[in-house]
T-cell receptor
Framework: DAGVIQSPRHEVTEMGQEVTLRCKPI?????LFWYRQTMMRGLELLIY????????DSGMPEDRFSAKMPNASFSTLKIQPSEPRDSAVYFC???????????FGPGTRLTVT | AQSVTQLDSQVPVFEEAPVELRCNYS??????LFWYVQYPNQGLQLLLK??????LVESINGFEAEFNKSQTSFHLRKPSVHISDTAEYFC??????????FGSGTRLLVRP
């Protein structure tokens, strides 16, 4: 099993540009999470999907952030327009039904200049 | 509301010495507790978990943690650390299957 796959691994962009982060969860897992990790705020849950449906998006910072899960094998997190304070490592994680163990991807390091 | 406190941001220790990474949580109801490890430039990996039953849980690489309800703690211990244990360790708590609340992390630095 390839594990959770995230792309790109690194993204450098200028303020104001649109950024799209991608995630492929582990096959068969029915829950997907997007987290953000920064030095100041640690690990924060941004949004949680169950069976492709957004269940909890209370952690999404503001309207500039949006997430979609069009099917069970793909999710995107979009930031438009990006700002320097969005610089962070963004993790995707998936969870099989009935389990408490979340499997994390390697993360995308986003730098907004 | 639940919260997790990891008081030590960094713990330096010599190789083969014992180590304890502290974790305290606050919750008025029963919770599930986890330790995750993050190696440099990687995602988080589950190290061990307490869901129910025995209060002492162990990982395959020699770490153990003990759930102490009266002290609301879930400290992580290893009797003899290796250089390869150098990583950041996160304690996490949840009441549900999905909303993990993470502590701020403890960086374990093992020196030769």
């Amino acid at each position: 099993d390839a594990g959770v796959i995230q792309s790109p691994r690194h993204e450098v962009t200028e303020m104001g540009q649109e950024v799209t982060l991608r995630c492929k969860p582990i096959s068969g897992h029915n829950s997907l999470f997007w987290y953000r990790q920064t030095m100041m705020r640690g690990l924060e849950l941004l949004i949680y999907f169950n069976n492709n449906v957004p269940i909890d998006d209370s952690g999404m910072p503001e309207d500039r952030f949006s997430a979609k899960m069009p099917n069970a094998s793909f999710s995107t997190l979009k930031i438009q327009p990006s700002e320097p304070r969005d610089s962070a490592v963004y993790f995707c994680a998936s969870l099989p039904s009935g389990s408490y163990e979340q499997y994390f991807g390697p993360g995308t390091r986003l730098t907004v200049t | 509301a639940q919260s997790v406190t990891q008081l030590d941001s960094q713990v330096p220790v010599f190789e083969e010495a014992p180590v304890e990474l502290r974790c305290n949580y606050s919750s008025s109801v029963s919770v599930y507790l986890f330790w995750y490890v993050q190696y440099p430039n990687q995602g988080l990996q589950l190290l061990l978990k307490y869901l129910s039953g025995s209060t002492l849980v162990e990982s395959i690489n020699g770490f153990e943690a003990e759930f102490n309800k009266s002290q609301t703690s879930f400290h992580l211990r290893k009797p003899s650390v290796h250089i390869s244990d150098t990583a950041e360790y996160f304690c996490a708590v949840t009441r549900s299957s999905y909303k993990l609340i993470f502590g701020s992390g403890t960086r374990l630095l093992v020196r030769p």
